[in-house]
């Protein structure tokens, strides 16, 4: 569940400048908060009760349930401080208010085509709740910079491992 980047410092998120708005959908932010709810009334207290009850069976050195839940417990307040962190610095943004909708910019879905006619759809979100496989990606990846501030029939160069393309804009939607 924790990541290695959670121990990040205050300065904000690793490679960018500190400072770097830290922008959300509003779905996003609400799952962190829901998430953030969930580990510290819920599971945490029913952590610390099995370590409470582990601890008074005596030593400690050989009971697994107190050596595990410790460790959980280390897991889950690394994760909390983690998305207190997020959230403190969090900019809501909601694609619904956008009023320029003829271009990209965070929130958007966006289709554009490759030069193999293959069309991709994306939309561009936070840096937390990108997810490749459900066509996510944040506003910070490469794909994303490269869209942000196209219209419908602009021509994108995009870098790649196996060297640069250029893709088409053929929509952008806003929710």
Known sequence: MATPDE?????????????????????????????????????????????????????????????????????????????????????????????????VFFGATVTFVHEDDREVTVTIVGAEEADAGQGRISWLSPVARALLGKRVGDVVRLRKPGGAEEVEVLRIAYP
Do not use: C
């Open 7 to 103: 121990d990040e410092d205050e300065d904000g998120i690793p490679g960018l400048p500190p400072n770097t708005p830290f922008y959300m959908t509003p779905e996003g932010h609400r799952a962190m908060r829901d998430e953030l709810h969930a580990l510290w009334s819920v599971e945490r207290p029913k952590v610390v009760e099995v370590v409470s009850w582990a601890a008074g069976l005596g030593d400690r050195s050989e009971n697994a349930d107190y050596q595990y839940g410790k460790k959980r417990l280390r897991e889950i307040d690394r994760r909390v401080r983690f998305l207190r962190k997020r959230l403190d610095r969090a900019e809501v943004v909601d694609p619904a208010t956008q009023t320029r909708r003829d271009q």
